[in-house]
């Protein structure tokens, strides 16, 4: 069984550690809701780098609030990492294990896999 299906065990334990300093679960629960807002709002800053890298590759006016590609593609991955976190803590607030989690993807790519009638790739882990 793979126990780092979204970040390594080691820093998932560290990021729920945090989470519980930084929201302390007497004074400062968070509900599952304000976990969802927080991914959602860490997928929105990606989707806003996308949206400025979709400016370079498409040869648009980079004239407003437009960095350039370097910065972007190290935005890129800060905001991935962001969106993994969140993401993290997320399933850790719905008691999502990582034993369903790896069923779920399992079940999800394969089924898409079928659909598209790949057989050949499926994920047996
Ligand atoms: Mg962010």
């Known amino acids: 069984m793979n126990e780092e299906i979204i970040i390594p065990a080691e820093l998932r334990e560290l990021n729920r550690e945090r989470c519980n300093r930084w929201h302390d679960p007497m004074t400062d629960d968070w509900s599952l809701g304000d976990w969802g807002n927080a991914f959602g709002g860490e ?5 806003n780098v996308v949206k400025k890298l979709r400016r370079h590759e498409a ?13 972007l593609l190290d935005s890129f991955v800060e ?9 993290d803590l997320l399933c850790w ?9 790896v069923r779920a ?13 790949w057989d050949d790739l499926q994920w047996e882990p």
């Open 79 to 87: 905001e991935v990492a962001d969106v993994l976190l969140y993401l």
């Open 105 to 117: 993807l399992r079940a999800k790519f394969n089924l898409v896999s079928q659909a598209q009638g």
């Open 43 to 47: 997928a929105g800053e990606l989707q």
């Open 59 to 71: 040869g648009a006016s980079l004239a407003y609030n437009t960095p350039e590609l370097n910065v």
């Open 93 to 101: 607030k719905a008691g999502v294990h990582q034993a369903q989690l």
